[in-house]
T-cell receptor, first 111, second 115 residues
Framework: GQSLEQPSEVTAVEGAIVQINCTYQTSGFYGLSWYQQHDGGAPTFLSYNALDGLEETGRFSSFLSRSDSYGYLLLQELQMKDSASYFCAVRDQSYGQNFVFGPGTRLSVLP | SAVISQKPSRDICQRGTSLTIQCQVDSQVTMMFWYRQQPGQSLTLIATANQGSEATYESGFVIDKFPISRPNLTFSTLTVSNMSPEDSSIYLC????????????FGSGTQLSVL
């Protein structure tokens, strides 16, 4: 089976940097994704890592270590609009190559 | 990218009735996915719908309760049958991108409340 763990809540101030961790257990790992979801909205794709290392997209970066079954999402220069829930999701061979979502981390950005 | 239109956006239904949710994509896609997101929770895959074949349901979800249609490559429906208050949730349709399915695009969701 699959399981993912994320912190349930993270709080930071505007302009700060925050890291949201994700650990996973799968039997056929393909890749790790991150999604952002604002209250009342649909999840939107942020990043995908299939290989070890850091992927940078603007203020957001995502890291993967397959040997440690670990990844993180790094948000820099936090803005109020970054307040949202963030989900990691693993694409798993044993799950028909579908994505399994983590429990989500609620990020609150304070002024 | 894909643009997904999902409707209704929300509904309030009586116990024992059924609701059909529609999902229209602006391009042809092989697989469409239906997720459920209970309040404050994560996303759980209900089923994968391929055009021309029966949907594949995940553990805990059955066709009699959540029948799915996939008449063509741009459209799908999910019906929530014989509803109970426990079915109150957000239902989301989703499609993957064309190349190796690295990302999912989601419809705006249907917020269902069952009284």
């Amino acid at each position: 089976g699959q399981s993912l763990e994320q912190p349930s809540e993270v709080t930071a101030v505007e302009g700060a940097i925050v890291q949201i961790n994700c650990t996973y257990q799968t039997s056929g790992f393909y890749g790790l994704s991150w999604y952002q979801q604002h209250d009342g909205g649909a999840p939107t794709f942020l990043s995908y890592n299939a290989l070890d290392g850091l992927e940078e997209t603007g203020r957001f970066s995502s890291f993967l270590s397959r040997s440690d079954s670990y990844g993180y999402l790094l948000l820099q220069e936090l803005q109020m609009k970054d307040s949202a829930s963030y989900f990691c999701a693993v694409r798993d061979q044993s799950y028909g190559q579908n994505f399994v979502f983590g429990p989500g981390t609620r990020l609150s950005v304070l002024p | 990218s894909a643009v997904i239109s999902q409707k209704p956006s929300r509904d309030i239904c009586q116990r024992g009735t059924s609701l059909t949710i529609q999902c229209q994509v602006d391009s042809q896609v092989t697989m469409m996915f239906w997720y459920r997101q209970q309040p404050g929770q994560s996303l759980t895959l209900i089923a994968t719908a391929n055009q021309g074949s029966e949907a594949t349901y995940e553990s805990g979800f059955v066709i009699d309760k959540f029948p799915i249609s996939r008449p063509n490559l741009t459209f799908s429906t999910l019906t929530v049958s014989n509803m109970s208050p426990e079915d109150s949730s957000i239902y989301l349709c989703s499609v993957g991108d064309r190349r190796p399915n690295e990302k999912l695009f989601f419809g705006s969701g249907t917020q269902l409340s069952v009284l």
